[in-house]
């Protein structure tokens, strides 16, 4: 199976909990590899381009003003099969319904501050990779 990339977003709110480590390791202990790592702050501006998809929705006022409210650590990961593998171990947008052992269940706390950010198809990992990576900032995982 050939190598695939995913995006990974730590939320604010897993930055203030001090759960960022603990979220990497059960990261990379999944074999995960990264390819690229930075933790930056998002103005609203950007947070509102990143979740474009989500305008006009009931949440995505909220969900501008969280992403932005804090650092953020953002990552690509590397893997054979990494953006469904990712998907299954980050587990369900709401933290109650994601399965035990999930970083989701175990570090969210709501539907709204669900700890972390998984694509959900290549075609967005490629676009979101992009989104926040320069290609001078990442890097070739064999
Ligand atoms: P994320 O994977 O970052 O993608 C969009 C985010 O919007 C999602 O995680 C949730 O945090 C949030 N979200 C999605 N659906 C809802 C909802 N119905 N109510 C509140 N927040 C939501």
Not at 8 to 25: G, M, V
Not at 41 to 67: I, N, P, Q, W
Not at 89 to 105: C, F, M, N, S, Y
Request: with cysteine; glycine share 4%; proline share 4%.
């Amino acid at each position: 199976m050939p190598m695939e990339q995913t995006l990974t977003i730590i939320k604010p709110h897993a930055i203030k909990d001090n759960k960022a480590t603990a979220i990497l390791s059960m990261i990379t202990e999944a074999g995960f590899r990264f390819a690229a790592l930075k933790m930056i702050r998002l103005s609203s501006f950007r947070a509102g381009e990143f979740y474009a998809d989500h305008t006009g929705k009931s949440f995505c006022e909220h969900l501008v003003k969280m992403m932005s409210s804090g650092p953020i650590i953002v990552a690509i990961l590397a893997k054979e099969n990494a953006v469904s593998d990712l998907r299954q171990l980050v587990g369900k947008t709401d933290p109650e319904k994601a399965e035990p052992g999930t970083i989701r269940k175990i570090f969210g706390r709501s539907m709204r501050e669900n700890a972390i950010h998984a694509s959900d198809s290549i075609d967005n990992a490629r676009k979101e990779c992009s989104f926040f990576f320069s290609d001078m900032e990442r890097f070739r995982v064999e």
